[in-house]
């Protein structure tokens, strides 16, 4: 963890914890991306275009573990009425509902079920990275923005 948190590597650090916390892993991408920022302003749109690639990437393994899940789910169960309503929203929304996979708690779980529904694979990965993106923007820009103080180098 030593050589991940040099500022030489600071960039592949924000890719590795952003693609893990895509996942359905309980973690945050945001304080690193944050800390990172903090440490070199210069870095603020290379750090959210990475960070971006990582969670999406994350995004996109979520898809592949929801497909695989959904096919031995499959030939073992069958559907509540509660997962027949949420999977009848989703397929409504299709790919757009990718848009989400920003959103706490149920963002990942959200990939996994895309790839589960067969949703169609790039649109999922396009409308992901689009709302993983104005996530980062949002959230580590206001976050600058209302603590400016914090971290100063």
């Known amino acids: 963890m030593a050589t991940l948190a040099l500022p030489q590597v600071g960039l592949l650090t924000v890719f590795m914890v952003s693609l893990l916390s ?37 995004g996109a393994i979520s898809y592949w573990m929801g497909l695989g899940a959904e096919k031995a789910f499959e030939r073992l169960a069958h559907r509540t009425p509660t997962q027949l309503r949420a999977l ?23 990939c996994a079920v895309a790839g589960w529904l067969r949703l169609p694979f790039w649109p999922c990965v396009a409308y ?10 949002v959230y580590v ?8 103080g914090i971290w100063t180098p």
Do not use: H, Q
């Open 88 to 110: 009848a929203w989703l397929e409504r929304f299709g790919p757009k509902a990718c848009l989400l996979a920003w959103l706490p708690f149920v963002g990942d779980p959200l």
């Open 22 to 58: 895509a996942t359905l892993l309980p973690m945050a991408s945001m304080p690193a991306v944050y800390g990172l920022i903090k440490l070199n302003p210069e870095l603020f749109w290379p750090a959210l275009i990475v960070a971006t690639a990582g969670n999406t990437a994350g």
């Open 141 to 148: 820009g206001g976050a600058l923005w209302a603590f400016p």
């Open 128 to 137: 992901m990275a689009v709302g993983k993106f104005l996530r980062y923007l």
